[in-house]
């Protein structure tokens, strides 16, 4: 009788530690993704500003290749179903994934083009394709957030 009892607590308790780290780690890719979203916000709202003001192309290049580094990491951050009361993340993530993966995809060419104007020094494109990368409501960024972001969406 106590033995099977220890038992029986034993495997309850493994459930629900596996049930704890199953929610640890979603949280865990939660923060992980927000926190290179808003590092990524830094940059487009602050650092490039600054740097289009200073003409300092080496540090676009560098922080544009960061941004890129940071949608290929974000990619990988949204498992199936990830969402908790802090997410904005909208469930059509994982309805129309072709829709997402391609939004990511444009956003890193527009990273990737601004930091190719950036290594040309290239004022004018540099210009273009800072617009064309965007920020929360515009450009490559803004149009995912349209779609994917539940505070962003006009429909919920
Ligand atoms: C492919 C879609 C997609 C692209 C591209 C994208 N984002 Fe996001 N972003 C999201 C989603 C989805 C969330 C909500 C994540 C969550 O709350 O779980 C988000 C959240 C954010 C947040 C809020 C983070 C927080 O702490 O709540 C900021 C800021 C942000 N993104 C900035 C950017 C910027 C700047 C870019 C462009 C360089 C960008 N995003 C590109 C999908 C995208």
Redesign the pocket.
Known sequence: MKRSNILGLGFCGLLSLFAATQVFAQEDV?DK???I??A??D???KEFKKALEEKDYATIELKAKD?MG??DA?ANL?PKG???E?????PD?WVKTDE?????T???K??EALSKAAAAKDEAEVNVKVKE????RD???????K?????FRKDS
């Open positions: 939660i993704r927000k926190a979203m808003r990524n916000n940059t487009v709202t941004i940071g949608l974000a949204f990830s969402i908790n802090k997410s904005r993340a909208h993530i997402f993966k391609t939004s990511l444009n956003a890193r527009a990273a990368l965007g920020n929360n450009g490559a960024c803004g149009d995912c957030h779609v994917f972001r539940k505070d």
